[in-house]
């Protein structure tokens, strides 16, 4: 059985701040990365404890999506969901956003 996506507005708001940033060095890079992410959605839709219990925070499982952004999510099974939470950079402070 397939789940539905619900990202938050926090993710949301990473993903359209991650574009914005990745365009002021690189035409392709913002194209990559929607790629990318698009591809690892996919992913947890259909399969979403593939990836790893995020060991700080085990409510959280995490994937790299593209170069050091890493996508935080939880699932529940009752309503076959996947709750995106966060995409955050590798060199931000996770720990505490988190």
Same mark, same amino acid.
């Given at each position: 059985?397939?789940?539905?996506?619900?990202?938050?507005?926090?993710?949301?708001?990473? =993903? /359209? !701040?991650?574009?914005? #940033? %990745?365009?002021?060095?690189? *035409? &392709?890079?913002?194209?990559?990365? =929607? /790629? !990318?992410?698009?591809? #690892? %959605?996919?992913?947890?839709? *259909? &399969?979403?404890?593939?990836?790893?219990?995020?060991?700080?925070?085990?409510?959280?499982?995490?994937?790299?999506?593209?170069?050091?952004?890493?996508?935080?999510?939880?699932?529940?099974?009752?309503?076959?969901?996947?709750?995106?939470?966060?995409?955050?950079?590798?060199?931000?402070?996770?720990?505490?956003?988190?």
């Amino acid at each position: 059985m397939k789940y539905s996506i619900k990202p938050s507005f926090l993710s949301k708001n990473d =993903k /359209k !701040e991650i574009i914005r #940033y %990745l365009e002021q060095y690189s *035409s &392709t890079a913002p194209v990559k990365f =929607k /790629k !990318e992410l698009k591809k #690892y %959605l996919q992913i947890l839709n *259909s &399969t979403p404890y593939i990836f790893a219990v995020y060991n700080t925070n085990p409510e959280y499982r995490h994937v790299v999506v593209y170069g050091s952004y890493v996508l935080f999510y939880t699932v529940d099974d009752v309503n076959k969901e996947v709750f995106v939470y966060r995409i955050l950079h590798g060199a931000q402070d996770i720990g505490n956003i988190i």
